[in-house]
């Protein structure tokens, strides 16, 4: 069974231009989360979605930030315009429960704002 | 606010060194808490969910405890390639799922 895979695994991008991060959950899962960490600091909520619906999008930091979800399937993240501190590596994790137990992560997107 | 906090920050074993690392949370209401091996450049690989005090789980060389008030991940023999950040995480009762993440513990265990 595939895991969550995440694209593009690292992105190097001048302050102000767009990046697009894609994540691709296990299929089935209707409950998919996205989560960033800071260098140095704990892994963060950003949002979740159940579905094709955003559940939860309270850790999103402002509305540079826009999650999408097609279908129920697979999500993206744009970042638009990217500011220096956006930098991270952002998670994309899946689950059956809605609960949010027993998440499976994908190896993550490092962002680099430059 | 919730809060997790993961000590020692890192910790360096010799292979067959038994060990625990720590896990304090304050929550209003525990719903759950979660541990997560992370290797690098890999996201993080779920291994525990302990809901409540006295509950624990085992897998392979690890075991968790659950406390009111503190979880600990016992570390039995150790082999190099228990090499990880072992991160914990909670979730409070009530109508969100969000989890609060600790720093995590980068364990290295020596041959």
């Known amino acids: 069974e595939a895991g969550v895979t995440q694209f593009p695994s690292h992105s190097v991008i001048e302050k102000g231009q767009t990046v697009t991060l894609r994540c691709d959950p296990i299929s089935g899962h209707d409950n998919l989360y996205w989560y960033r960490r800071v260098m140095g600091k704990e892994i963060k909520f950003l949002l979740h979605f159940v579905k094709e619906s955003k559940q939860d999008e309270s850790g999103m930091p402002n509305n540079r930030f826009l999650a999408e979800r097609t279908g129920g399937t697979y999500s993206t993240l744009k970042v638009q315009p990217a500011e220096l501190e956006d930098s991270g590596v952002y998670f994309c994790a899946s689950s059956q429960s809605r609960q949010g137990y027993e998440q499976f992560f994908g190896p993550g997107t490092r962002l680099t704002v430059l | 606010e919730d809060q997790v906090t993961q000590s020692p920050e890192a910790l360096r074993l010799q292979e067959g060194e038994s060990s625990s690392l720590n896990c304090s949370y304050t929550v209003s209401g525990l719903r759950g808490l979660f541990w997560y091996r992370q290797d690098p450049g890999k996201g993080p690989e779920f291994l525990f969910t302990?809901?409540?005090a006295g509950e624990e789980k085992e897998k392979e060389r690890l075991k968790a405890t659950l406390t009111k008030k503190e979880s600990f991940l016992h570390i039995t023999a150790p082999k190099p390639e228990d090499s990880a950040t072992y991160l914990c995480a909670v979730q409070a009762r009530g109508g969100s799922y969000i989890p609060t993440f600790g720093r995590g513990t980068s364990l290295i265990v020596h041959p």
């Open positions: 302990l809901y409540s």
